[in-house]
């Protein structure tokens, strides 16, 4: 029998529909905490430091209200996951503040997930670790939306396919109930069938959603809103994807957001 993955990302309300969820000013982070360390390369990741830590990014600011669901691009991916660790508050800016609204509550979808799962326990324990209910009929419903069921739903979270965590990543935000979803590149290492189940749960979805991804049908039918970032700025659009693209205008602007940008 055809399955695929059930993403159904329920959320609790907002007090007040008017309410930022977030207001955002930063300027330039420029710590090495958010950098990949490859060992067999260092000297490589030190001059990519280097630049970074001058051009990353600087005074950012935006407003995101309930039920906005955001797309952010850029020609360089770091700048993305950067901020989205500073909204999920794995960074600090090193200048500005990040204000989220009374009632939000966020869960993210880092794009290297590794280390949440290096770990010997079985997946029913493992995603207890982030339910307030504890039994494990609950703890197996979500995992069966995500096709862990029965045996394959005791396996060790250390031996899964990166396939098998970005599933057990959505359960564990579906199990958090946010009204604020994070997802950075939520569509890596996932079949066709379960592309599509995640973009119809994010469409359907009345929360807020920030993401960045690199299929550009997913981008077009989830966001309502376009931010493209650079070293030099950044644009903000409510055109859906592709006008934003091929729109004459907004093209001019993305030329001026990379002009003069030094390739390293």
Same mark, same amino acid.
Request: with cysteine.
């Given at each position: ?31 090495? $905490? ?25 005074? /950012? ?10 797309? /952010?691009?850029?020609? +360089? ?10 909204? $999920? ?14 009632? $939000?509550?966020?869960?993210? /979808? ?9 770990? =010997? ?56 109930? $946010?009204?604020?979803?994070? /997802? ?6 996932? +079949? ?66 990379? =002009? ?5």
């Amino acid at each position: 029998m055809f399955s695929t993955v059930k993403p159904n990302f329920s959320n609790r309300t907002f007090a007040g529909a008017e309410a930022p969820n977030v207001s955002i000013v930063m300027v330039l982070p420029s710590r090495p $905490a958010y950098l990949p360390q490859p060992k067999e390369d260092k000297a490589s990741t030190t001059r990519r430091f280097l630049t970074l830590s001058e051009l990353l990014l600087k005074n /950012f600011s935006m407003d995101v209200y309930k039920g906005d669901k955001i797309a /952010f691009l850029s020609k +360089d991916p770091l700048i993305i996951t950067t901020l989205f660790q500073i909204l $999920a508050g794995e960074l600090e800016p090193d200048s500005g503040k990040v204000e989220w609204g009374v009632t $939000a509550t966020k869960s993210y /979808f880092p794009k290297d997930n590794n280390a949440y799962f290096d770990t =010997k326990l079985s997946l029913i324990d493992w995603l207890r670790q982030y339910s307030e209910e504890q039994h494990i009929s609950f703890i197996r419903g979500y995992l069966g939306r995500m096709l862990f069921s029965g045996e394959e739903s005791e396996k060790s979270a250390n031996v899964l396919s990166g396939g098998e965590k970005v599933r057990c990543m959505l359960a564990k935000m579906m199990i958090a109930e $946010a009204n604020v979803l994070i /997802f950075d590149e939520p569509t890596n290492h996932l +079949d066709l069938e379960a592309i599509t189940a995640l973009n119809n749960s994010l469409i359907d979805f009345n929360g807020t959603v920030l993401f960045t991804s690199q299929d550009h049908q997913f981008i077009q039918t989830v966001a309502d809103r376009i931010i493209e970032i650079s070293p030099n700025g950044w644009i903000e659009s409510h055109y859906k994807y592709e006008e934003y693209m091929m729109n004459p205008e907004m093209k001019k602007k993305r030329d001026l957001l990379y =002009k003069d940008m030094v390739k390293k």
